[in-house]
């Protein structure tokens, strides 16, 4: 089953990662729900996307029994923590990127054809990406929850390995994952979901969804 998303164009000359937040506040969330290894979350995860003629942006919206949150620089193995990731291929290339960002927004990114194909973005590549994150803790049905949610703005120019002037009109295959390998209880969810994998695996680009960057 491949789903399609159909990603808004915002007009906007802003690249302030907070307005953007409260912009997308106002477009169709998305849920990461499909589970394919049956790993036990009782939170809930979804996300908003839209782009601007400057990037693309991304907000991620997190319930979860328990957070972590320990690795601070680029490229470092954030899906340990609790973690949310983007795989985008480009004009339907084999080759894909992958942005991977713990709860506070410490970034891996790559690009390549599988899991184990990777080129590391520079890190001064990955500064570029913009990024607010808010955390609130409270009950849900008797248990204490934390709540957070992570707003990315990512330049075009960090697609290094394509020269994006703008997504406008342009068509993508994409996953969305929520995973934390090191929690409590780990836990491996997506957006399109995923079969025929005996265990969790988010470099599977042939289950990846569809798409379309809308004109306006």
């Known amino acids: 089953m491949q789903q399609q998303i159909n990603i808004p164009y915002y007009a906007t000359n802003t690249n ?15 849920s990461i729900g499909n589970n394919p290894w049956n790993y036990e979350f009782s939170g809930e995860a979804d996300f908003n996307i839209a782009y601007t003629d400057a990037g693309i942006v991304l907000k991620f919206n997190v319930t979860e029994e328990s957070i972590l949150a320990r690795f601070t620089k680029a490229n470092d193995p954030v899906y340990k923590d609790s973690c949310v990731e983007f795989f985008i291929a480009l004009n339907n290339d084999s080759q894909y990127y992958n942005f ?44 204490e929850m934390v709540s957070w949610e992570l707003t990315l703005f990512i330049p075009n120019g960090v697609f290094i390995h394509h020269k994006i002037e703008s997504f406008k009109g342009q068509e993508a295959r994409v996953n969305f994952y929520k995973c934390g390998d090191d929690l409590p209880k780990p836990h491996y969810l997506c957006w399109n979901p995923i079969k025929d994998a005996a265990e969790p695996n988010f470099h599977m680009p042939n289950y990846f969804g569809k798409a379309v960057f809308l004109k306006n």
């Open 100 to 143: 991977e960002f713990n709860c506070t927004g410490t970034c891996l990114a790559g690009y390549g054809s599988s899991a184990q194909d990777r080129k590391l973005l520079p890190a001064d590549q990955i500064k570029k990406i913009q990024v607010t994150s808010s955390f609130k803790s409270g009950k849900q049905n008797t248990k």
């Open 16 to 30: 302030n990662v907070n307005a953007l937040s409260e912009a997308l506040d106002h477009s169709t969330k998305h």
